[in-house]
């Protein structure tokens, strides 16, 4: 407008100077002047903490990691030995055993029930550890859902 002066009548804030909120009045808009202040509700909190940080997800994903890692290094390792073997030990390989079955043949014919040892390992640990954590936090997290509609 027209009217209005050029610069306002109180000065432009400091940037360097850190902003402090004003003091906190003596007494609330409903009480009066003298009145001691009433009591303060207490702030209402969860029994335990919500499920997104929950130690038991920390828990579950270091079982199913050490559950990955050892079926994958029961299979992987074997392989990688049977490949090592035939790299750089062919005498090894090529030495006769029962029969006149050479041993890298045996060798190769073991790694199927090898891989079937390695998912029977990870169906076991999956089973013991893993399935239990799982469960126990499906249960939290239906409760928590059941107590969050309830609200």
């Known amino acids: 407008m027209a009217h209005d002066p050029p610069h306002p009548s109180y000065p432009p804030p400091d940037p360097t100077h850190p ?3 004003p003091p906190p009045h ?3 808009s409903w009480q009066l002047p003298g009145q001691p202040p009433g009591p303060v509700p207490p702030e209402r ?3 335990r903490e919500p499920l997104g940080h929950h130690s038991d997800l920390r828990v ?3 079982a199913y990691r050490w ?3 050892t079926a994958t290094l029961t299979a ?3 392989f990688t030995l049977f490949l090592v073997l035939s790299a750089y030990a062919p005498g090894v390989m090529t030495r006769t055993l029962a029969d006149g079955i050479p041993a890298g043949l045996l060798l190769a014919l073991v790694q199927l029930p090898v891989t079937w040892l390695a998912i029977a390992l990870y ?3 999956a ?4 399935d239990p954590l799982a469960e126990r936090i499906r249960r939290h997290a239906e409760l928590d859902a059941r107590r969050g509609a309830a609200r």
Do not use: A, D, F, K
């Not at 089973?127 to 893993?130: D, I």
């Open 76 to 78: 992987l390792g074997y």
């Open 67 to 69: 559950q990955r890692r």
């Open 127 to 130: 089973r013991r550890y893993v």
């Open 19 to 21: 902003w402090q909120p």
């Open 45 to 47: 909190r969860p029994e």
């Open 26 to 28: 003596s007494t609330r």
């Open 60 to 62: 579950l994903r270091s």
């Open 123 to 125: 169906e076991h640990t």
